[in-house]
């Protein structure tokens, strides 16, 4: 069974960073895709950037191109979302997720039945 616990969120200055981290386990096999999505307060669930195991090939919401970056550290079965220069907008909690059998850019579309997700990590913009 996959597990994802995400982790680095908090309280940080409009044009500020921060990264945050989700650790996995209980993959099968390395055929498997992270995405992590976006929850602003009363809104869903919006993609912000996916990635592929295989061969790291990664989706970027345009809003946070050039901004936030995702990356594999195989050795401590963790993803993570480097964000840089964040926007008052940027905030909400973030969801750490994954589905079954999904190319490496699921998360440009909307969250389905069956997803797996974390448990949300908060992230606060300060102005």
């Known amino acids: 069974q996959v597990q994802l616990v995400e982790s680095g969120g908090g309280l940080v200055q409009r044009g500020g960073s921060l990264r945050l981290s989700c650790k996995h386990s209980?993959?099968?096999?390395?055929?498997?895709?992270i995405a992590w999505f976006r929850q602003a307060p009363g809104k869903g669930r919006e993609g912000i950037s996916c990635?592929?195991?295989?061969?790291?090939?990664?989706f970027y919401a345009d809003y946070v191109k050039g901004r936030f970056t995702i990356s594999f550290d195989n050795a401590k079965n963790t993803v993570y979302l480097s964000m840089r220069n964040l926007k008052s907008e940027d905030q909400g909690v973030y969801f750490c997720?994954?589905?079954?059998?999904?190319?490496?850019?699921?998360?440009?579309?909307?969250?389905?039945?069956?997803?797996?997700w974390g448990q949300g990590t908060q992230v606060t913009v300060s102005s």
């Open positions: 997720a994954t589905r079954l059998g999904a190319l490496y850019y699921y998360c440009k579309g909307y969250p389905a039945p069956g997803d797996v």
């Open positions: 209980g993959f099968t096999n390395d055929d498997y895709v």
């Open positions: 990635i592929g195991h295989t061969d790291g090939s990664t």
